[in-house]
């Protein structure tokens, strides 16, 4: 045996007891080693038999890894709603709502509340969750003492930690043609308790505007302009109430004038006075007939209105059978197709009927008359106002945007068609529930004689008007 292939062997049998001492196999030919070692031909520093535990290792790392990336899973509570249930039931409760009326405003709610629809996740504290939950009960028993302390104790956990709650809640056009009628259920002494139980909350729009130009000074562009809008909505409709034109047109003005105060220096007291002059000094009445319409319409159009009353109600006992009286056993609807019926406002806080409708409210007796003529031509003109148009003619009806809604085809005095379509300026809209029965059924060969009591108001940044009924009073058929 050469040196070289004596060399060759040796170094193989040294490499060979390495791995075998390592527990390794060895990966190479008696041949290779018989030939030399190759430089290009190293040996796998992972032998193929350890591949698979290896992947397994790392599978199982991955799968640890994935699952502390994971995100915590959701509470198994939906936190949005119970803080809309909450919502519902501290305004129920601020009212003092009776049993009655709890139940009247559940059959309100059924053609009334919005749809919760897909949200965000919430994202809150444990202990922001448990003192909602705890204030809900406390709320549903109308246990005044744990509200108090739980109230106090929910507002410090949302200044130390603020939620992020998707639980906004969109007026709904059928919770603005029914807040009148909620309205119109409270007693005096009802209105005083709510007013009383915004306390310090009680907003002056005067001394929001010199707030928010204060706190907003320091903001920039998309920051600023968040809260202008937020803070320009509100004085609308703290200044206008439900009055969909004049309060669009204050918004933009508020608006206008928040950003050109934006980056001025100067007292308060000369805004004070411009600020007045654009809001026009609206009186506390004014104000609080305002806030309790929007709060009104706010808690009908809450999606979990519903479940809110029937939680109070159960909350009652053994109140809970006289409450739901109402609710099933309502009032029998006058005949219908009776001719030359004289028109009658509903009383104040009566509205039990469903089909003949109690609409009228306040603002039913203030109605002025009016020719259809002339309000088709001008709409704007009329915004905000209640109408009454006496003597039309009924000719057909169509399906509203909404089932709960139903559109009327009218003829004018003078032989106009106002069709039962949003293709004009001007609809005549009409809530099924309050739809005599020969509107409501009424064929395609048929028309009757009415009196219309209407409620102008403006949709689509002013570009369409519906007139919604609020009292029909129908004489008979053609």
Same mark, same amino acid.
């Given at each position: ?6 060399? =060759?062997?040796?170094? /193989? ?68 709603? *119970? ?25 309100? /709610?059924?053609?009334?509340? =919005? ?19 705890? *204030? ?49 259920? *409270? ?75 934006? $980056? ?81 406002? $509903? ?12 609409? $009228?409210?306040? $603002? ?31 000719? =057909? ?61 403006? =949709? ?19």
């Amino acid at each position: 045996m050469s040196r070289r292939r004596f060399a =060759g062997v040796c170094l /193989a049998f040294v490499m060979a007891s390495a791995a075998l001492g390592l527990g390794i196999a060895p990966t190479f030919s008696t041949s290779r080693a018989d030939q030399g070692t190759d430089k290009n031909d190293k040996p796998s520093k992972k032998p193929a038999a350890d591949h698979g535990k290896d992947k397994k290792t790392k599978d199982t790392k991955k799968r640890a890894t994935d699952k502390k990336e994971k995100k915590p899973a959701p509470h198994p509570l939906d936190v949005n709603r *119970l803080s809309m249930e909450y919502k519902a039931l501290r305004t129920l409760r601020n009212l003092e709502a009776t049993p009655a009326q709890l139940s009247e405003i559940a059959r309100l /709610a059924k053609t009334t509340i =919005g749809n919760a629809g897909k949200r965000e996740p919430a994202k809150a504290a444990n202990a922001y969750i448990d003192t909602l939950k705890e *204030l809900r009960e406390a709320l549903v028993k109308n246990n005044e003492e744990k509200m108090e302390t739980l109230q106090e104790k929910l507002d410090e956990l949302r200044e130390k930690d603020p939620p992020d709650l998707d639980d906004e809640i969109d007026i709904t056009d059928a919770a603005e043609m029914e807040v009148q009628r909620l309205l119109n259920m *409270l007693s005096p002494q009802q209105v005083l308790a709510y007013g009383e139980s915004l306390g310090d909350d009680l907003p002056d729009p005067v001394q929001l505007i010199l707030d928010g130009i204060e706190e907003g000074r320091e903001l920039k562009k998309e920051e600023w302009e968040a809260i202008r809008d937020e803070l320009a909505e509100k004085i609308s409709w703290l200044v206008c109430g439900l009055n969909g034109e004049n309060a669009l047109k204050l918004e933009e003005q508020v608006s206008t004038f928040l950003d050109r105060k934006h $980056s001025g220096k100067g007292k308060s007291g000369g805004r004070e006075v411009e600020i007045r002059k654009l809001l026009g000094s609206p009186g506390p009445f004014v104000l609080l007939n305002n806030i309790l319409e929007h709060d009104l319409a706010m808690l009908l159009s809450n999606a979990r209105l519903k479940e809110a009353t029937k939680a109070c109600l159960r909350g009652q006992g053994t109140q809970i059978a006289d409450a739901e009286k109402p609710a099933t056993q309502a009032p029998a609807p006058p005949p219908q197709k009776r001719k030359k019926v004289a028109e009658a406002p $509903s009383p104040a806080g009566k509205s039990g009927n469903s089909k003949k409708p109690a609409k $009228s409210g306040k $603002s039913t007796p203030k109605a002025t008359a009016a020719d259809l003529d002339d309000v088709l031509k001008s709409p704007e003109k009329f915004d905000g106002q209640d109408l009454k148009f006496e003597d039309v003619t009924i000719s =057909g009806t169509a399906p509203g945007k909404q089932d709960k809604f139903l559109l009327l085809e009218i003829k004018t005095g003078s032989g106009k068609v106002v069709p039962a379509t949003r293709g004009q300026k001007l609809t005549i809209v009409i809530a099924k529930a309050d739809a005599p029965d020969s509107i409501a059924q009424m064929k395609p060969d048929q028309s009757v004689s009415a009196t219309l009591t209407c409620h102008i108001g403006s =949709g689509n940044k002013g570009k369409h008007w519906d007139a919604k009924v609020r009292h029909i009073v129908v004489h008979g058929d053609k």
